[in-house]
């Protein structure tokens, strides 16, 4: 059950998590929910936390002879 909070912030963070929520699609509350899931569990916010459907296509290409050059080429065959 949803329950309502009322949280009394700087004006100038206030504008900032609203600009934030619409960069990233979500609401102001929907990012708080999120962030006192994470202290909650316990674990540290990472600044660079992966998605799931990303970290699932780690490894994919291990093994698979695919370095570097062979992206730059795609790339170059692909745009230019």
């Known amino acids: 059950m949803a329950t309502k909070l009322t949280l009394r912030?700087?004006?100038?963070?206030?504008?900032?998590?609203?600009?934030y929520s619409?960069?990233?699609?979500?609401?102001?509350?929907?990012?708080v929910a999120d962030f006192f899931f994470?202290?909650?569990?316990?674990?540290?916010?990472?600044?660079?936390?992966?998605?799931p459907a990303v970290a699932s296509l780690r490894g994919i290409l291990k093994g698979?002879?695919?370095?570097?050059?062979d992206y730059k080429k795609h790339l170059e065959e692909k745009y230019l």
């Open 64 to 69: 698979k002879g695919v370095d570097e050059d």
């Open 22 to 31: 619409a960069k990233k699609g979500k609401s102001v509350s929907a990012l």
């Open 38 to 51: 994470v202290l909650q569990k316990g674990e540290r916010p990472s600044r660079y936390a992966v998605s």
């Open 9 to 19: 912030l700087d004006e100038e963070l206030i504008r900032g998590a609203k600009e």
